[in-house]
C-alpha cells in the first residue's frame, strides 16, 4: 500500500492510498468477499465503496453507509460522502482518478480510453461541488501503450485538446496513447491541481497490468478524515 496523498482542506484532510500488488488483487466482480474485505480492512480499517465499472460516464452517489456488497452499483464515476467510509476505483492499466471537492467529499474515477473519449473527466468534475484537487494513480504509460490513429482522434476530442497533446511513442516507436497527459489534460482544464504517481503499470510490477495478462486489480482509494 503505497499513500499517495495526505492534504488539509481546512475542515477535513483528505487521503488517497493506492494498494500494491503485495496487498492482493481486490477486484470486486472476482475476488470472495470474506478474503476482499478482509484485504481492505488491512489497508485502511473499514470496507471500500466500489462499483461494476463499464467503461462508461454513469455517476452513483454513496449513501454514506458501510457497503453491504462488493460492488454497490454500475457505473465509473463514484461520489462518496464526508467522514464517510472510503470510495475505490479499481484498475490495471486505466487510469484511477480521485477528486477532493470543498468539505473533502472525495469522487473515484475509473478513466479508460473509452471514458475518456466519453468525457468520463469532465462528468467526474461535475459531479462534486468545487473540486480542489485530484490524484491519478498508476496507469499505463506510452511507452506500453501502442494505440491507433481513429481512437487517438476519440480520445482527444473527449479531453479537449489537439491529438498531439495525447500522443506518444512506445518504446517499440510506435504511435501510442499518453494516458497520463489526456487526464492531466482535461483536469488542467478546469484548473484543478492534479497530484500524479508516474508509475507505468505496463511496466512497473508492483501494480497488476491487464497488457501483461494480469487478472487481478489494484484500487485507487480516497476518504476524508477529522483534523488531528
Do not use: K
Not at 51 to 58: A, P, R
Not at 136 to 152: K, M, V
Not at 154 to 174: F, K, M, Q, R, Y
Amino acid at each position: 500500500m503505497l499513500e499517495l496523498l495526505r492534504r488539509d482542506l481546512g475542515d477535513c484532510v483528505a487521503v488517497v492510498i493506492v494498494s500494491e500488488r503485495e496487498d492482493g488483487d481486490v477486484r470486486p466482480d472476482r475476488v470472495p468477499d470474506g478474503l476482499l474485505i478482509a484485504r481492505q480492512m488491512a489497508m485502511t480499517s473499514s470496507r471500500w465503496v466500489m462499483l461494476d465499472e463499464v467503461h462508461g460516464v454513469d455517476v452513483h452517489r454513496s449513501d454514506g453507509g458501510t457497503p453491504s456488497s462488493a460492488i454497490a452499483a454500475v457505473g465509473d464515476v463514484l461520489v462518496g460522502g464526508r467522514f464517510a467510509p472510503p470510495v475505490a476505483v479499481w484498475a490495471a492499466d486505466c487510469a484511477p482518478v480521485m477528486l477532493f471537492g470543498e468539505h473533502g467529499v472525495p469522487v473515484a474515477c475509473h478513466a479508460g480510453w473509452r471514458g475518456l473519449g466519453a468525457g468520463v473527466i469532465d462528468v467526474a468534475v461535475g459531479a462534486v461541488r468545487r473540486p480542489v484537487v485530484a490524484v491519478l494513480g498508476p496507469c499505463i504509460h506510452p511507452c506500453c501503450y501502442e494505440f491507433g490513429e481513429r481512437e487517438l482522434a476519440l480520445v482527444a476530442a473527449g479531453v479537449h485538446v489537439p491529438v498531439e497533446t495525447v500522443a506518444g511513442i512506445t518504446s517499440e516507436n510506435t504511435l501510442a496513447l499518453d494516458v497520463p497527459a489526456a487526464v492531466t489534460a482535461a483536469l488542467d482544464r478546469h484548473g484543478i491541481e492534479v497530484v500524479v504517481n508516474d508509475a507505468c503499470t505496463g511496466y512497473d510490477e508492483r501494480w497488476y497490468s491487464h497488457r501483461r495478462g494480469d487478472s487481478g486489480r489494484h484500487a485507487l482509494v480516497g476518504w476524508s478524515e477529522e483534523p488531528s
